[in-house]
């Protein structure tokens, strides 16, 4: 079933109780029983627990690397708390709304306009920015093409007084502000506007659905709605349906802790030229604006980097994920064939010739054969491993670190955290830590180490990184 036809499926489900009927605002139901979990809760842990939408600004993944704005607002938020990311996605608000009132995440971080009128039990933080709603709607629809004559292009009649919404039907994302706002609309303009809440289709999706002429209206932050017009110039933009508005964050309202926390971060962050730079690279810069036009971008091409293909085929022979070798890659070479370390390793996955030479591959900088190389040396120290850590998920920390150190220096960090009343079948602040203090020689002299100094900072952050950015690729990334 191809896509429109799911659309409008939808579309007839949803039509009749979509239209516009006058209601009063919902009152603050106090029946709703809100997870408790505030700052102190989350810094026990370590852990902030994030949702945001996945678009063309918020969070992606291009090149191989994690980008978005929402993304690099978090990353400077957990920065200046010292709090680790645990970053998940989900482009429907009703369902992020209710994860955060049970506590399956602390903050919503989309562009969230903050309204007087909110889902129960919801606090708004400080803006992170500000913008107007307005109208999209088609310049012109494109027709078939011509071959002597090129795109022939049919103008349409464009809408830019409010009243003109009487009878029109707009599409917008379920319990959003653009679908509250349109009520009041049709409440002032004293006539009725069809408005259909779609709960499947993200702000981005509506908006390519209206250049593609599958539906006429839709509505969406000013902002977002200018880096569109430069991927469907055929779009009209100029029809404001609002005043400006705060877009913020939400967490919930009996997590005072948290709101001040981020407020008070929100207010010094954005008088910064940090923050006066991420707006730019994501909203007003035209050169990261044409990114999504290119194939490795996840929002449009899909693509990780050149070599997805045979990363995908040589990881299903011995069933790893291959986001998960897609991130090693990126890390030892940024998808460069011919990269060279110092130490004289070589290729995407960066071999040591005579490991290479161990695992039959002849030509080191041929992709395929490096790649299935590195594949194959995981699958042999994961093998080495298992009688020691049987935890698949806490294994592959392990294989990580001793593919990037040899597994002689984390076989000795294991008895440094023995020894030393740590966990050895643990990684995280416990077996990490010996790795990372193997360049003291109190560690490195200790008569239970075999393999002597180790700089133990590199894969300490390596098996972070790597799986970090692995957690990102599985989130936008099949």
Known sequence: ???????????????????????????????????????????????????TNYNSTNYFVYKGTPMGY?????????????????????????????DLQTGEVDIIASNLAATLNKPDGIAFTEPNSYSRQVLVQQRYSLQQQQPDTGESREYKPLIRNQLELAGKTIYVQKESAYAMRLRNLSQEIGDSINIVEIADYEVEQLIALVAQGEIDYTVCDENLARVNLNYYPNLDVETAISFPQKLSWAVRSNSPDLLNVINNWLINFRKTTRYAGIYQKYYLNKRSIHLVDEGFHSIKGGQVSDYDEIIKEESRKFDWDWRLIASIIY??????????????????????????????????????????????????????????????????????????????HVFDAMKLAEKYGKDPHKWENNVDYYLLHKSEPKYFNDPVVKYGYCRGEEPYHYVTEILDRYDHYKNVMQ
């Open 331 to 408: 890390q030892e070479s940024r998808f460069l064939p011919r990269a060279e370390s110092w130490a004289g390793a070589r290729g995407l996955m960066q071999l040591m010739p005579e490991t290479a030479g161990h695992f039959g591959v002849s030509d080191i900088e041929n992709p395929r054969q490096n790649i299935r190389g590195g594949v194959e040396f995981l699958r042999w120290l994961d093998e080495r491993l298992k009688n020691h850590i049987t935890d698949p998920r806490e294994r592959i920390k392990f294989v990580l670190a001793s593919y990037n150190v040899g597994i002689g």
């Open 70 to 98: 929402q993304l690099e607002l978090l990353q400077e938020f957990a920065n200046y708390t010292g709090l680790k990311l645990d970053i998940s996605v989900n482009n429907d608000l009703s369902t992020n709304y209710q």
């Open 1 to 51: 079933m191809n896509k429109t036809f799911t659309f409008l499926v939808l579309v007839l489900l949803l039509f009749l109780s979509g239209c516009f009927s006058p209601k009063e605002d919902s009152a603050t139901d106090d029946s709703v029983k809100l997870f408790e979990r505030d700052l102190a809760e989350i810094k026990e842990e370590g852990v902030v627990r994030v949702v």
